[in-house]
C-alpha cells in the first residue's frame, strides 16, 4: 500500500470536517494571503495569525492545458478560484467533460495529484459545479 503525503504539509490543516487550506492575515490592516507569507505584503507588518480558508469559492478564469505538464496528466484544467475571504487561489480543477462556466461555485477536494514510487502525493483541487 502506498503512503499518501502532501506536496506541501503547510499548505493545509486538519479539522473535524476533513482537511481545510491555510493562510495567514495581517494583525494590522487585515489582509489574507494564501500561501502564508512571513509578513503582509499590503502593509509590511510582521505579525500574521494564521487563518482556515473556506473551502468553497467562484471560478474566476481557467485555462486548461493539453501539452504534458511534468506529472500531471493532459488534459490539466487550472483555474482561479475566489474565496469568500477576497483571496485568489490559483488550483487545478477537476476536468469536466461539458467544460466550466467562469462565474460557476467551486469547492475543493483533497485529491491525489500524481503517483511517485511508493506514495501518492496529495493537493487539492476545486470542482467546479453545473450551473
Keep these: 500500500m502506498k503512503e499518501n503525503k502532501f506536496f506541501r504539509e503547510d499548505l493545509f490543516q486538519k479539522t473535524p470536517d476533513g482537511y481545510a487550506l491555510v493562510g495567514n492575515k495581517c494583525t494590522k490592516c487585515g489582509h489574507i494571503a494564501f500561501p502564508k507569507n ?12 494564521e487563518v482556515e480558508l473556506s473551502k468553497k469559492g467562484i471560478l474566476y478564469s481557467y485555462t486548461i492545458t493539453r501539452v504534458p505538464l511534468g506529472k500531471f496528466p493532459i488534459p490539466h484544467p487550472i483555474g482561479m478560484i475566489v474565496l469568500p475571504e477576497k483571496v485568489r487561489i490559483t488550483a487545478p480543477l477537476v476536468m469536466d467533460e461539458d467544460g466550466f462556466k467562469i462565474g460557476s461555485e467551486a469547492e475543493m477536494e483533497i485529491c491525489t495529484l500524481y503517483e511517485e514510487a511508493d506514495k501518492n502525493i496529495l493537493g487539492y483541487k476545486f470542482r467546479v459545479k453545473k450551473n
Design 38 to 49: 512571513d509578513f503582509c505584503i499590503k502593509c509590511l507588518n510582521e505579525e500574521m495569525q
